[in-house]
Nanobody, 125 residues
Framework: VQLQASGGGLVQAGGSLRVSCAAS????????MGWFRQAPGKERLFVAG????????YSADSVKGRFTISRDNALKTVSLQMSSLKPEDTAVYYC???????????????????WGQGTQVTVSS
């Protein structure tokens, strides 16, 4: 299984950025997908998750109303559209695949089986 994240970069506070993750080696539509982030010296935290069909999404309170997760099962991609970015959003962002055929969306690190390598997002003030 490979999860290849891309789209990170440097952006000014208030700006927008989209990170995406391309999956291979798994039946993508069988897995709920999530985005997590980890700042230096901090634990990895849930950002957003999406159900297998894409019909159900969850976002952490810290990003609610600013970040939107979506997926394209035909293209085997999951994306995170980030807007109104703040310096505290600076972190390495990881995509992850949850358990196959799960009917709920995972919201903790332990709920996810496969992880990508991460992409750096830096928000300057």
């Amino acid at each position: 299984v490979q999860l290849q994240a891309s789209g990170g970069g440097l952006v000014q506070a208030g700006g927008s950025l989209r990170v995406s993750c391309a999956a291979s080696g798994l039946t993508f539509s069988n897995y709920d997908m999530g985005w997590f982030r980890q700042a230096p010296g901090k634990e990895r935290l849930f950002v957003a998750g999406v159900s297998r069909s894409g019909g159900i999404t969850y976002s952490a309170d810290s990003v609610k109303g600013r970040f939107t997760i979506s997926r394209d099962n035909a293209l085997k991609t999951v994306s995170l559209q980030m807007s109104s970015l703040k310096p505290e959003d600076t972190a390495v962002y990881y995509c992850a695949a949850g358990a196959p055929f799960r009917t709920v969306v995972g919201r903790t690190v332990d709920d996810y089986i496969h992880w990508g390598q991460g992409t750096q997002v830096t928000v300057s003030s």
